[in-house]
C-alpha cells in the first residue's frame, strides 16, 4: 500500500514557524506528534498517531529522494 498523501494545509488557528517561513520563501511544514490534552496533567501521546507521522516522515522523505 501507498503511504499518506501529502496535501500541504495552512495552519490557520495560529502563528505557527512554519507560515513565518513560509511567507518568506522558505517551504516548511509542522509535522504533529498526536498529543492530546496539551500542556494539561491529562496530556498523553496517542500510539497510533505516533505511528502514522512516522509513515508521513517516511513519504516525505521518499518523495524527497526521488525529487519530488
Known amino acids: 500500500a501507498r503511504g499518506p498523501s501529502l496535501t500541504p494545509e495552512r495552519a490557520d488557528r ?3 514557524d512554519a507560515n513565518e ?3 518568506r ?3 516548511a511544514c509542522v ?3 498526536g498529543a492530546e490534552n496539551c500542556h494539561s496533567i491529562q496530556e498523553r501521546l496517542s500510539i497510533a498517531e505516533l ?4 509513515e508521513w516522515v517516511l513519504e516525505i522523505v521518499s518523495q524527497a529522494g ?3
Open 31 to 33: 509535522l504533529g506528534i
Open 51 to 54: 505511528e502514522l507521522l512516522t
Open 25 to 27: 520563501g522558505v517551504v
Open 21 to 23: 517561513l513560509n511567507e
Open 66 to 68: 526521488a525529487g519530488g
Open 14 to 16: 495560529r502563528r505557527v
